[in-house]
């Protein structure tokens, strides 16, 4: 609570808001020439405890499963029949189902150490974990594409069958970059902004609850009260955000794949 005390006032007395800085935080250590920040060692958090949940949820399979198992195959079973299966169909859906559980459950993971006590920012807002899955997103799909296609995939995205010739001048640049370009650009930021947005506004709510109680006093405590109940609030909603983003981002890469494997391919 005293850090919250302290990046909420200024040497005035003042409040001070949250600030982009926070995505660039200083280096806490260095490791063979490796710097890790406050980020990094997030995010090395939220992979193991991912590799730890999927351990403990599967190393004694049970044909009547536990509770925990139980929870485990639920998520497993969401990705393979609500995305990969739904999507994909079962041939395709199998083929690509590591890659969509993988990304569903890390994006899962990595958004939700934003409302963790102690670690209070999500792994994926830094640009670099959005954009690197965004880049396995656009590899797959041009993946599936030329392998379902090797000759055609490119000249039917670029030139869609049925256009006039002459609109291809127009039509062929349109494709070009809402297909290569803008699909992982789009897949990065809207991660990355959710989870910007979601941290920030959640420093906002508990600094300002913590400078109303603890540096303002008397009767601001009171704007404290609704501080705190925004704040509450707006963490229960950043766990749905969190869910939200996983699927929206798995989900995506699916129908991307199905785009490439269709028959006009």
Known sequence: MNLLVQAASSDDGSFTGPSINEFFPPTLFTIGGLEFNRIIVVRLIALLALILVFW???????????RFQSVVEMGLDFVRVNIAEDLLGKKDGRRFLPLLTTIFFMVLFFNLTGIIPFLNIAGTSVIALPLLLAVVAYIAFIYAGIKKSP??????????????????????PIEF???????????????????VVGHLLLVLFFSATAFFFFTAGSWWSLFGVGTFAFGFVFTLFEILVAVLQAYVFALLTAVYIQLAVAEEH
């Open 177 to 195: 970059v809402s297909t290569f370009i803008l699909r992982p650009v789009t897949l990065t930021l809207r991660l990355l902004m959710n989870m």
């Open 56 to 66: 403990l949820g599967t190393r004694k399979m049970k044909l009547i499963p536990g």
């Open 151 to 172: 000759k055609n995939f490119f000249k039917n995205a670029l030139f869609p069958p049925g256009v006039p010739w002459f609109l291809y001048i127009i039509v062929t």
